[in-house]
Every structure is written in structure tokens, then in C-alpha cells.
Nanobody
């Protein structure tokens, strides 16, 4: 079992920044790929960013590329999502997920999910 807890969400003005954290407990965290997903009201959950177990490869949705950065510190069992140049379209509940999936952009491949953290960007 892997337990995930997100933190760092909040209210920010357009153009601002936030850093989300995903703290993991349980099995060896470095064995797991981690993805960040988000879900806005009335919309489907969508992939935001992903990172491999060792942190050597990262993946981003086109909508956040160049603005968001995913990283991890396996010594701290934590994955981060640095979000810069936020805009109102980034408003959503952000979830982190862990799994051994090859298809890092697909939510169905992750077995463990956090409870989510709300990010609200005001215009």
C-alpha cells in the first residue's frame, strides 16, 4: 500500500505561483511513477505532469509545458509540482497518483491516489 497526501493548494492571482507537494508513505516510493492530474468542475480529470521513479524522465501536458515543473525527492518520499504563470484555466482540484504504469499520462494506470488539493486562480 502507498498513501499519498497532497498539500500546497490555495488561492492565487493570475500570474502567480504555487508549489504543490505529494507526500508518500508505505512501500518503497522510488519504485513508483507519479503523476499529477487535475479536475475542474464539470470537466474530466486530465493529466498534468508525470515523473519516473528515479526522476530521470518527466512528462507534461501541452497546456502546462514551460510553466509547470515536476520533481521528486525520494529521500523525503515527496513529489513536487511547481506551478508558475498561473491562469484562471488552471483552477481545479489537483491530485497526485502513484503506480507502476507504463502509460504515465493515463489515469487508469495508477493504483494509488491522494485526496486532492484545491487550486484557485483569480483573474
Amino acid at each position: 500500500q502507498v498513501q499519498l497526501v497532497e498539500s500546497g493548494g490555495g488561492l492565487v492571482q493570475a500570474g502567480g505561483s504555487l508549489r504543490l507537494s505529494c507526500a508518500a508513505s508505505g512501500r518503497t516510493f522510488s519504485n513508483y511513477r507519479v503523476g499529477w492530474f487535475r479536475q475542474a468542475p464539470g470537466k474530466e480529470r486530465e493529466f498534468v505532469a508525470g515523473i519516473t521513479g528515479g526522476g530521470g524522465s518527466t512528462y507534461y501536458a501541452d497546456s502546462v509545458k514551460g510553466r509547470f515543473t515536476i520533481s521528486r525527492d525520494n529521500a523525503k518520499n515527496t513529489v513536487y509540482l511547481q506551478m508558475n504563470s498561473l491562469n484562471p484555466e488552471d483552477t481545479a482540484v489537483y491530485y497526485c497518483a502513484a503506480g507502476t504504469t507504463y502509460y504515465i499520462r493515463e489515469a487508469s494506470g495508477y493504483g494509488y491516489w491522494g485526496q486532492g488539493t484545491q487550486v484557485t486562480v483569480s483573474s
